[in-house]
């Protein structure tokens, strides 16, 4: 049986690394990092997610600044808001949560962040900053599916990982972040020939694809690690809704050597790493260095 990867537990010793830095550079500099969420609407999990957000935020010691607006606001309206926030010098991280309405053109509202306070690592100078090896803002899924992936693992170094999936959110970073650690990276996704026997291959599975249950414990190489990104709510006997990721969790975990659970596995990370984004864009604005914790 598969050892289980605990998110939940890996990110709450994160957030305190988090919280012992945001102490340090109070005492050292007398900085107090702040991050800044937007929500436009009234998207109930939106809403529950800033809510988390702006909690474990303030649990760091951190500035938690929220800007909720209607879903009326135009994207002019918006863009200036950003705009303000950009040269807030309180504010050290951006976020705007998405999805926006439809009259807003999301990716103009994340162009118009600027890149050193894009705590998401979503802007293209971000997302080039990675691919060509610079340090920069990492997306957060997929910088949380890496620190997991090392903490298992340790040396990734030769390791075949196979990507299932091709978003900008996870599929592509995670590819750059597993390049960077030396590993033989292929993304695979829905439309991929035979995609069972390019997974059978992998020391590494990352499931990015948005499909419940898709890859079964028989696609998988003995001992291999899995780390499943999938978050899909299906109906249970009872009449209500459980969640579950894009891997078969009760064949994979006869297979592979550790894989991560959901819920309890990559989610609980996104945060920790959103609050750790933000560290590391306070040091880059400030020209410190980021405090050992």
């Not at 050892?3 to 988090?18: M, N, P, S, T, Y």
């Not at 691919?131 to 030769?158: A, H, I």
């Not at 959110?169 to 590993?183: D, T």
């Not at 419940?212 to 414990?217: D, L, N, R, T, V």
Request: proline share 5%; net charge negative; charged share 25%.
């Amino acid at each position: 049986m598969a050892e289980i990867i605990d998110g939940k537990a890996f990110a709450a010793g994160l957030r305190e690394r988090v919280g012992r830095q945001v102490a340090t550079l109070g005492e050292r500099h007398g900085i107090t990092p702040g991050l800044a969420v937007v929500l436009v609407g009234e998207n109930p999990a939106s809403e529950v997610y800033v809510r988390n957000k702006g909690k474990q935020t303030r649990e760091a010691g951190m500035e938690s600044y929220e800007y909720k607006r209607d879903e009326s606001i135009s994207e002019q309206e918006l863009l200036d808001l950003v705009d303000e926030l950009n040269r807030d010098e309180r504010v050290n991280g951006i976020l705007v949560q998405l999805p926006l309405p439809d009259h807003i053109n999301d990716e103009k509202v994340l162009a118009a962040i600027d890149p050193d306070k894009d705590v998401d690592g979503f802007h293209t100078v971000n997302v080039g900053r990675l691919w060509t090896g610079l340090p920069g803002l990492v997306p957060c899924t997929p910088l949380g599916c890496s620190l997991l992936l090392k903490d298992k693992l340790g040396d990734l170094s030769g390791k075949h990982a196979v990507i299932v999936g091709r978003s900008n959110i996870v599929g592509k970073p995670m590819a750059a972040l597993l390049l960077r650690e030396n590993c033989t990276v292929e993304i695979a996704h829905s439309r991929t020939h035979d995609l069972q026997g390019e997974v059978k291959r992998a020391d590494i599975v990352v499931a990015a694809v948005g499909r419940k249950e898709m890859i079964q414990g028989d696609w998988l190489k003995e001992g291999a690690t899995v780390i499943d990104v999938g978050i899909n709510r299906i109906p249970t006997d009872e009449g209500k809704t459980r969640l579950v990721g894009d891997v078969h969790f009760e064949s994979a975990e006869k297979v592979a050597g550790a894989i991560t659970p959901v819920p309890g596995g990559v989610g609980p990370m996104t945060i920790a790493c959103l609050l750790n984004n933000t560290v590391e864009a306070t040091c880059l604005q400030r020209g410190v260095e980021v405090p050992a914790g």
